[in-house]
């Protein structure tokens, strides 16, 4: 069974996702090395991800594009900061222009995944910190917008009982 | 495209209004009920100077909202605008959960599940 916590830290900006896999480590690098494995997971179900190139090195970069609904085609890109199979990867995830290279004026965000051994599986913890709100809001229009309505909807819940939820984590 | 209500410049002012433990609980406790000043004041470990600066901040990010009642500064939490702040962060929370799952499902397609 695939176990899933996160946490939000909305003064620093950063997203943390903790998921235990029953599956070890080497396969669950294995979903991130692979470009065919990777774009069955790293899109929204209804904005599959297409990888043009995924130069898993460091220093590599990769480019690719999701398709949504109405044939729109956002484009990112990633670069990779750091890499150690199968423990440890850093990347630059990026808005592209429609030339598919990285937009000019637009930060990347960062992500920060580790992958450890647990008894039957694998922990993979996954951290992601944005720059600030206008990059966060810009990452969004790249078709992940529907969860928004939703997510509102969930906050409701959260702020009913107790307001100070908010500041979890540290 | 930005799909929801905020400016970027409005929603930079929310998170830093929301980076101080003080400003967080003040706005924790006005959210639960509408008080003054003075008795959020009560609270803290700091002057009433001090306190007003904090409920400043909270107001100019529009968290919360200030009227007076007779000689009292009486402020209410804003709670629409701390879910709009909040749901950025729960849009991705729910991308990246979503990611989880399915790299779940491609991990147990890998095993020869026939699900």
Redesign the interface.
């Known amino acids: 069974m ?1 176990v ?1 916590t ?1 946490t ?1 830290d ?2 620093t ?1 950063t ?1 943390t ?1 903790v ?1 235990e ?3 070890d480590p080497d ?2 690098w294995e ?1 991130w090395e692979d470009p065919r ?1 990777l774009e ?3 899109g ?2 209804t904005y599959p991800a297409t990888f043009t190139r995924h130069d898993f090195v460091l220093g590599g970069e990769s480019r690719y594009f999701m398709t949504g609904p109405a044939n729109q085609t956002p484009r990112g890109w990633w670069r990779i900061d750091g890499i150690d199979k199968p423990h440890r990867l850093e990347f630059a995830n990026g808005l592209a222009g429609d030339d598919g290279e990285p937009a000019p004026g637009v930060q990347p965000m960062a992500g920060y995944v580790t992958f450890e051994a647990i008894d039957g599986g694998t922990r ?1 913890t ?1 951290i ?1 910190r944005f720059v ?3 990059q ?3 990452m ?2 790249m078709g ?2 529907e ?2 309505t ?3 909807s ?3 819940a ?2 009913a009982p ?3 939820e ?2 979890v984590s540290r | ?4 209500s905020v400016r ?2 409005e ?2 002012r ?2 830093q209004a ?2 101080d ?1 003080t400003r ?2 003040i ?2 406790r006005a ?2 009920q509408e008080q003054s000043v003075s008795a959020l004041a009560g609270h803290y470990a700091m002057s009433f100077a001090a306190v007003q600066k904090h409920v400043a901040v909270l107001e100019r990010a529009a968290l919360i909202s200030k009227h007076r009642r007779g000689r009292e500064q009486i402020v209410r ?1 804003n ?1 629409s605008t ?27 397609g ?2 020869g599940d026939t699900t």
């Open positions: 695939t899933i996160t939000k909305a003064a900006l997203l996702l998921a896999f029953d599956a396969q669950v979903v494995k069955r997971w790293w929204p179900p993979m996954a992601t600030d709100v206008g966060m809001e810009t969004l229009g992940m917008h969860g928004m939703q997510a509102i969930q906050i409701d959260l702020l107790a307001p100070l908010l500041e | 495209m930005v799909v929801h970027g410049d929603a930079d929310i998170f929301l980076a433990p967080r609980d706005l924790a959210i639960q939490g709670a701390l879910r709009v702040a909040a749901g950025l962060l729960e849009t991705y929370e729910q991308l990246w959960i979503e990611r989880a799952h399915q790299i779940a499902d491609v991990l147990a890998e095993k």
